[in-house]
C-alpha cells in the first residue's frame, strides 16, 4: 500500500495537465464491465476519445450522450460510455476542447488492492495492539493506545454488582470513525457487513491475505480482523445480559496519537439500541465462527439470547446525551448514536436468533410480513431492519419450511434494488444512484456504499448483470464519478482525499493518510464547517465537501 500511495502522489506533474471535468474512476475498468465518464460542457462538447497513456496512439472514439444537468452539483453531465472498448492498458479520456482524464486501468481484478486495503483499514483501526512495521510499514507503523484493562464503569451504568467506579477490562476492538473510543451501536451495522460478505464469498475470503498479525493461522484473514472487534463487544455485556451503550472518554481527545491519549475511559450506561445490535450481531457471529471455534460460537450465541432477553424486559432504556448528562457526572461530549426508535432493532435481533437457532419464536417476534407491507429503506446505523432481510434472503437453503417468506423477502429486496438500478442506468445525469433518496448528508458516502451492498444483494439473488453494473457505478462514484472529481477512497486515485478527519492522520506527522479509508463526502449541512482546515466552497448537495 505504501507503494501504491507513492506511485500515485508522484504523479503531481501529470495531474496539473488533467480537466477537473471529466470525471471518472480513478482506478479503472474491469473488461468485460461498465465504462463510464461524466464530461461536464456545453452544447459544443459532442466527441471523446479513448487515448493511450502516452497520448501517441488513440485506441477508440464515440460520442458523447447528452445528458441534462445534474441538479446536485448544478453541471451540464454528457456520458462517454465505453464499454465496448475491452483491451487491457492504461488510458486517458480525452475531450476537445475540455482536456484530458487522470490515467485509469482496464484489467482484471482492476479493484484487488484497494478492496484489500479497505479490509486492511480496520487493522490501523485496531486498539489496545501497537502496529508493528512488519504489518503496517515503516510510515504507519505506530505504539499501542488504549490498553482499556481499567475502565470506569460510569454513575449511569452503575449496578449492585458494578457500582460507580468500579473497575473492568474491555480491551481490543476498533476505534471509532475519528475518534478514539468504541461505540456499540456503530460496531452493529459496520460488523454486520464483514461478516455478510464473507458469508456471500466465503472462498474468496479463504486465501485472502491481509498482513495482519494473525495471518497463516486456521481461519480466514477478514474473520481474524472481525474478531479483534467481536471479542471487545462481548465484554461490553454486563452480567444481567444489558449491554453498555459505548465505551468513552467524558471529551474527545485533541489530534494526538493513540498512545498519547490517556484520559479516563469509562462505560456509560446500558441501552436497548446497544444491547439489541449486540444481539443481532453475536448471533450472525455464531452461524459464521461456528465452523472455525465452536467453543467461540457457543458463546456468542448464549450472549445475544441473554442480551435479547434483557432488551425485552428494558424496551424503551433509550439513550439520551443530555438527559443523563443532566443525572449523572461525569458529563459524557462524545458521539452520542442515540436512537429513539428500536423497532427495527429489535426486528434485527429477532432474525437473526432465527437464523442462528431456527426457533421459530424469534422469527415470530420479528413480524416481518408487516415490514414487507409497510416497506424499509437504505439501511443505516440506525436503521438496521433491512440487514435482517438480507440474512432472511440468504436462508433459502437451510429452512426450506420457510420458502414462501424468504421468497417473498427476496422479491421485496430486488423490487427496491431496481428502484436504485432504474434511477442509475436510466435517470441519472452522473449515471449513479445518489440522489434517488435524500443521499447527501453527514456520511453520505455510507450511502453510496450501501446503495451498492443492496445492488450486490439483488444480483446475487436474480443472477441479472444489470444490478452488478449499477452496483459498479456505485463504486465509480466512490473513487470519482462524482461532483468533486475527488477519489474518496484515502492512498487510491491521483486526486484522492489527503485530510480526512481521523485523528491518527492528523497526528502522525506524515503527509499521506492511512491508506483504505473512505472519507465521508459531500455534506451540504456544513456541521463541521468551523473545524475544518480547508473550506466549503459550494451548498451544492455533491459539491458540499
Not at 416 to 441: I, R, T
Amino acid at each position: 500500500f505504501i507503494v501504491r500511495i507513492i506511485t500515485l502522489f508522484s504523479c503531481f506533474s501529470y495531474a496539473q495537465e488533467v480537466s477537473d471535468n471529466i470525471r471518472l474512476n480513478q482506478l479503472g475498468f474491469y473488461p468485460n464491465g461498465p465504462k463510464t465518464a461524466v464530461v461536464i460542457g456545453g452544447a459544443t462538447v459532442t466527441n471523446y476519445s479513448i487515448i493511450s497513456v502516452d497520448k501517441k496512439e488513440t485506441v477508440f472514439s464515440g460520442e458523447l450522450k447528452k445528458k441534462g444537468v445534474w441538479s446536485y452539483s448544478d453541471e451540464e453531465a454528457n456520458i462517454a460510455d465505453f464499454t465496448k472498448f475491452e483491451t487491457p492498458g492504461t488510458y486517458i479520456v480525452s475531450v476537445p476542447g475540455v482536456g484530458n482524464s487522470y490515467p485509469f486501468d482496464i484489467k482484471p481484478s482492476v479493484h484487488f488492492d484497494a478492496a484489500k486495503a479497505s479490509l486492511k483499514f480496520y487493522y490501523y483501526q485496531r486498539a489496545s495492539i501497537p502496529l508493528e512495521e512488519k504489518y503496517a510499514g515503516p510510515v504507519f507503523k505506530r505504539a499501542a493506545g488504549h490498553p482499556d484493562n481499567e475502565v470506569v464503569v460510569h454513575a449511569s451504568a452503575a449496578t449492585e454488582k458494578r457500582p460507580e467506579g468500579a473497575i473492568i477490562s474491555s480491551s481490543k476492538g476498533w476505534y471509532d470513525a475519528g475518534d478514539y473510543n468504541k461505540y456499540i451501536v456503530n460496531s452493529g451495522i459496520s460488523t454486520y457487513t464483514l461478516m455478510n460478505l464473507y458469508e456471500n464469498f466465503p472462498k474468496y475470503f479463504d486465501t485472502l491475505s491481509l498482513n495482519i498479525p494473525e495471518s497463516g493461522n486456521k481461519m480466514p484473514d477478514i474473520l481474524d480482523e472481525i474478531l479483534w472487534n467481536l471479542r471487545w463487544m462481548i465484554t461490553m455485556q454486563d452480567e444481567d445480559g444489558g449491554v453498555y451503550h459505548k465505551l468513552t472518554n467524558a471529551n474527545f481527545d485533541g489530534s494526538v496519537m493513540p498512545d498519547a491519549a490517556t484520559n479516563k475511559r469509562y462505560v456509560v450506561m446500558k441501552s436497548t439500541a446497544a444491547s439489541l445490535d449486540f444481539a443481532a450481531v453475536m448471533a450472525q457471529a455464531s452461524r459464521v465462527y461456528r465452523k472455525y471455534n465452536k467453543g467461540f460460537a457457543d458463546s456468542c450465541i448464549k450472549g445475544s439470547i441473554k442480551a435479547y432477553s434483557w432488551a425485552k424486559k428494558n424496551p424503551a432504556v433509550l439513550y439520551n446525551q443530555p438527559m443523563m448528562n443532566a443525572k449523572f457526572n461525569p458529563d459524557v461530549q462524545t458521539g452520542a448514536y442515540g436512537d429513539a426508535n428500536v423497532d427495527d432493532e429489535f426486528q434485527w435481533a429477532a432474525i437473526e436468533l432465527w437464523a442462528a437457532t431456527g426457533k421459530s419464536g424469534y422469527l415470530e417476534d420479528a413480524n416481518v410480513e408487516f415490514t414487507l407491507r409497510n416497506g424499509f429503506g437504505l439501511p443505516g446505523w440506525a436503521s438496521v431492519n433491512t440487514l435482517g432481510l438480507y440474512t432472511i434472503a440468504n436462508m433459502k437453503n437451510d429452512y426450506p419450511e420457510q420458502k414462501d417468506l424468504i421468497n417473498k423477502v427476496r422479491d421485496k429486496i430486488v423490487a427496491m434494488a431496481k428502484q436504485y438500478k432504474d434511477y442509475c442506468l436510466e435517470k441519472s445525469e452522473f449515471k449513479v444512484s445518489m440522489g434517488l433518496m435524500n443521499d447527501f448528508n453527514w456520511g453520505s458516502n455510507a450511502n453510496a456504499g450501501n446503495q451498492g451492498m443492496l445492488l450486490m444483494q439483488a444480483y446475487l439473488i436474480t443472477n441479472e448483470s444489470v444490478y452488478l453494473d449499477a452496483a459498479i457505478h456505485s463504486l465509480d462514484y466512490l473513487l470519482g464519478r462524482n461532483g468533486t472529481n475527488y477519489s474518496y477512497f484515502t492512498g487510491f486515485g491521483e486526486k484522492a482525499t489527503r485530510n480526512p478527519h481521523h485523528r491518527p492522520s492528523e497526528a502522525d506527522g506524515v503527509a499521506d493518510p492511512v491508506p483504505g479509508m473512505l472519507a465521508g463526502g459531500p455534506n451540504p449541512g456544513q456541521e463541521d464547517g468551523s473545524n475544518c482546515n480547508g473550506k466549503y466552497t459550494s451548498k451544492l448537495p455533491a459539491k458540499s465537501y
